[in-house]
């Protein structure tokens, strides 16, 4: 949070206001564009700062993941459509990087939900490999990007929390979040094919 408080001091010090509308001038510089995004970034998240977020799925209970995936990380992705605009200039240098990051981590990610053995903290990382391709949109900085970016967020928030919401139907029944133990309950309750 201290580096938008810090650039939010800077924007209102240099325009004497934080309406958008007023908004003109030099806002192009690498370290003010850092300050800003960085915090959407951890927040949606970002690969190589997304740690925290698997680790929070699994610790929390269904409602908390539910709330985590269905509108928290949404939030970051909302401020950042926002505030990417600013950015236009210094964005087509610097924006080519980050959406290489992106695509590179989520394949990364993807890799790593191969190996998962609980169902929370696959559903978790595979979050991360589909906001990598929110991130990339939006960043893009044209209309098709920006589109793609909402409705996969729109997409993710319903489907994750549907997901954590069967993961904990399906821990109440075996008491066990293995996949292992899981396997073959489709069996036991097909209603569950619905979802």
Same mark, same amino acid.
């Given at each position: 949070? !201290?580096?938008?408080? +810090? ?48 680790? *929070? ?11 985590? @995936?269905? &509108? ?19 964005? +087509?240098?610097?924006? !080519? ?14 890799? +790593? ?9 696959? &559903? ?22 920006? *589109?793609?970016?909402?409705? &996969?967020?729109? @997409? ?10 069967? *993961? ?28």
């Amino acid at each position: 949070s !201290l580096p938008i408080i +810090i650039a939010l001091f800077f924007i209102y010090l240099h325009f004497n206001s934080l309406v958008f509308f007023f908004f003109s001038g030099d806002l192009n510089r690498l370290f003010f564009y850092v300050l800003v995004n960085f915090v959407f970034f951890i927040k949606i998240p970002m690969f190589f700062v997304h740690l925290w977020l698997p680790k *929070a799925h699994v610790e929390a209970p269904v409602s908390g993941s539910i709330i985590l @995936a269905g &509108i928290i990380l949404k939030l970051g992705g909302y401020g950042l459509m926002r505030l990417i605009i600013i950015f236009s200039f210094i964005g +087509i240098k610097i924006n !080519l990087f980050f959406i290489r990051l992106r695509l590179v981590g989520g394949l990364f990610v993807s890799l +790593i939900c191969l190996r998962q053995r609980d169902m929370k903290s696959l &559903i978790a990382y595979s979050s991360v490999a589909h906001i990598g391709l929110v991130l990339s949109g939006i960043i893009t900085l044209n209309y098709w990007g920006l *589109a793609g970016a909402l409705v &996969i967020i729109v @997409a993710h928030g319903l489907c994750s929390s549907g997901l954590f919401c069967l *993961a904990n139907i399906s821990y109440e029944r075996v008491m066990s979040r293995s996949l292992y133990l899981n396997k073959g309950i489709i069996n036991l309750v097909p209603r569950l094919s619905f979802f």
